[in-house]
Every structure is written in C-alpha cells, then in structure tokens.
C-alpha cells in the first residue's frame, strides 16, 4: 500500500529565509508525487508535480522539490520565504497500484515570523 | 477557470440527523472523490467514484455513503450523524487517469454535528 510521511508537524522560519519541508514515501513502482498548500479556511491547491523526467521540478509561487528516489523522498523548498506562503502543506503520492487515488500525508503548518 | 464547489462552507447539525454534503464540478471530469481533514491525520479518502452511479469505498466509509446520479454532482451523505464526525470534508474531481496531474479541490465544508 501506497503511504506518505510528513515528519515535521510544525515548522517555523522568518520572512526571508530558505524553506525545506520533507516529505518520504512508500510506494511499489515508480510513484506520482505532489505537494498541495492549503491556506486558512481554504481548499487545496496544486504546488507542483512529478512523475517521470528531470528530477527537480518547478511549481508554482517560487516552489521547487527533489525526487530522490534512493531516499524515497520528495522534499519541498523554497529559496526566500514571504509572509504569504503561512499555510499548511501537504505531501501526496498516487500511481498505477493505486489507480486514481491520491494518498496524502498528515501535512506541516508553516508559520512565518515577520 | 475549473471549479468545485462545495453548498455549504459552515454546517451544524445535530446528532441522529441525516446529513447530506454537496459537491458539483464543472470541469466534465469522470472522477470524484470525498476526503476528510482532521488535524494530525491529513486527508483520509471516504468514498471516490469513476462514473455515474459508481462508488467505491475509500479509507473510512464507515458512517458515509454517496450518491452519484449525475455526472458532476457527487453527494456525501452520513447517515446519522454523530459527533465524531465533526471534521472539515473535502471534494475533489479528477480526469481518468489525471492522478498524473491531481485533483482539484473544493473550499471545504466544515461541519460540526453537536
């Protein structure tokens, strides 16, 4: 079964500073990954995507994240964070075994101190 | 710009009552699904269906079931409600086979059965 591990449940950086958030998976062949962000009150939104070619890939609002498959990790990062990017971010994996389904993690609320 | 929309952003309900959630899509996409938010637990799938008048179950049916008479229509139903089900729901729609690209999710329903 497909599974994904948010291991940090909060994380605080400044305005300003690099962001990592990590994000390890579990899945049989090779996975399809995603990361969501989710601000206050809202629904989630498409950060970026991977599932075949270049193994870092560029999403949307300055986000970028690594597949490295000999770690089965897909962590999440971001060169200067702004004030703007305080939400919750979720780490999913989807693939053939699971159909269309996409497993989640248990997601990290970044906070941003001005 | 594709949409899910969710009837309601806020419910209460009261224990023992009947309680449907709507979700409608008007993107022509085959897939729908319905996840829970819990803080800690991330999103857990209840039900996800291919077609029209097709369910499957998900994670966590246990208390749910679903209706899927048209196509972009995708209803929650919990039968009697109970107040562990208190939670934020979330829909979300997909393509066949666009777990490549992920979903696209609702705003969210956040319900609270007292």
């Known amino acids: 079964a497909q599974s994904v591990t948010q291991p940090d449940i909060h994380i605080t950086v400044s305005e300003g500073a690099s962001l990592e958030l990590r994000c390890n998976y579990s899945?049989?062949?090779?996975?399809?990954l995603f990361w969501y962000v989710q601000s206050p009150g809202q629904g989630l939104q498409l950060l970026l995507k991977?599932?075949?070619?270049?193994?870092l890939v560029q999403g949307i609002k300055g986000f970028e994240a690594e597949f490295k498959r000999s770690q089965s990790s897909f962590n999440l990062r971001k060169p200067s964070v702004h004030w703007s990017d305080a939400a919750e971010y979720f780490c999913?994996?989807?693939?053939?075994?699971?159909?269309?389904?996409?497993?989640f993690g248990t997601g990290t609320q970044l906070k941003v101190e001005l | 710009d594709v949409k899910v929309t969710q009837s309601s952003r806020y419910l209460v309900k009261r224990t023992g009552e009947k309680v449907f959630l709507e979700c409608v899509q008007d993107?022509?996409?085959?897939?729908m699904f319905w996840y829970r938010q819990d803080p800690g637990l991330g999103l857990r799938l209840i039900y996800f269906?291919?077609?029209?008048?097709?369910?499957e179950k998900g994670d966590i049916p246990e208390g749910y079931s679903v209706s899927r008479e048209k196509k972009e229509r995708f209803s929650l139903i919990l039968e009697s409600a109970s107040t562990n089900q208190t939670s934020m729901y979330l829909c979300?729609?997909?393509?066949?086979?666009?777990?490549?690209?992920?979903?696209?999710f609702g705003s969210g329903t956040r319900l609270t059965v007292v």
């Open positions: 979300a729609s997909s393509l066949p086979l666009q777990v490549l690209y992920g979903y696209t």
């Open positions: 899945y049989g062949a090779t996975p399809y």
């Open positions: 991977y599932f075949s070619g270049d193994t």
């Open positions: 999913a994996v989807g693939g053939g075994g699971g159909g269309n389904k996409l497993t």
């Open positions: 993107m022509d996409h085959e897939n």
């Open positions: 269906s291919y077609d029209v008048k097709m369910k």
